[in-house]
């Protein structure tokens, strides 16, 4: 059965507009699986009342919802001001290191004592999202000396960029060792960590999480070019990766963006990771009831490009259209998916048995009219790499006994996930999911499944036996 699902999927972001009961179950009836809670404005109490909010609205209305915590990271900004900075092209600045006393009128400090040494002279600083831009003059062990180049007006804790320069700051800032623990408490489901720079940085959260009881998967957010220069080594030591278009857009020149968010896609499919596209998707709708053209066809690259999911952030934190923005992405999302997609899963690397099995089983699905994959899997590996694979047309309807893999395979392009004990002969299992299928109208009687299964019976469990495909009806 062709249709059913919209294999995009949806993060909306909660905030002051969508915080009650109420708003979070128009957003799950609008299409949104994933919802983000944005530590850079979230408070601990907050977070705790939400994921409770998420976790009860879900159960009640029958609509499943995973939890993405999007850590602050160790972001670079100016000092507070007692009052705006009214910048020209040719004017000199100075950034205060440390307790260093002001030399200039135009004057301001960086939370970053560090900042001086790793800069050089020539470099370019972006202040406030790329607006103003400053090049380095002269620095010493007390301040860095600029020119402004492109003016504006400076406020208190404006972000700074520094594009093409590695930065010496830890991987991780003190809130986000709080928010880490704050994780374990409340359960959430995914962890994106900000400003990721090479693999280390993320072994180092994932080290944290364990410890602190957390099963959740972590996805890099690829922010800068450094993070560009090391993106295979982050792909691979993380469980998917977001495109955040809004610091990523400032690091590189806006006529590469778009080719920078087309080669992380791609290295994704082939690396069998999920990808998200973010930041900017519906910008406009902040204050208009629909978007603009150009935000449908970004929307439309993104989910031709087969993005996993895509993002929404101020559009649902603090727009006054929330659930209407998902409705137009979940809109957007299913023509362009019933026109074809753009294939970069063909190139994806089968460097191990299982995957070689995986695209076996999708050709399979691919050759059969109105065939369903259905997939059997303990900790999700199975479901993720069928997903990897890009089926063109079946649906992927993904069988687990873990209510945490269940939910982490909510983010998964075309993956319909259930929670059902596995532990029964295999046989049984098929004939159990066929039901469940059947009953929900998301098969008929008769129809072709494409049956993947690694989980081992008892007696297989002796022999090594690990994959298997079986194609069979409803």
Known sequence: MEGILRKTKIIATLGPATETAEDIRELLEAGASVLRLNMTHAKADWVREVAQAVRSVSEEAGIPAALLMDLTGPSIRTGELKEPIDLEPGDGMEITLGDATPAMACSTSVNYAGLGGDLAVGDLVLVDNGVIH???????????TCEVIAGGELGSRRHINLPGIRVSLP???EKDLKDIELAGEVGVDFVA????RDAAHLEELRGLLEKAGSHAEIIAK???QEAVKHLDQIVMASDGVMVARGDLG????MEEMPIVQRIIVKRCHALGKKVIVATHLLESMIENPVPTRAEVTDVANAVYEQADALMLSGETSIGAHASACVRALDTIARRIEASGGAGYSEAARLDTRKKKTVRSAVALANSIANSSIVVFTDRGVLGNYVASMRPEKAPIFAFTGEETVYRHLLMNRGVEPFVMGISEARAVLVEQAAAVLRERG??????????LIDVLEDEEKEKGAVDSIHLQTA
Do not use: N, Q, T
């Open 171 to 173: 991987g991780l800032s």
């Open 193 to 196: 960590m900000s400003f990721v």
């Open 250 to 253: 400032i690091e590189v020149h």
């Open 442 to 451: 998301l098969v008929e009687a008769g129809d072709p499944l494409v049956v």
């Open 222 to 224: 690829i922010e800068d």
């Open 134 to 144: 400053l090049k380095v003059k002269a620095k010493d062990a007390e301040r860095v």
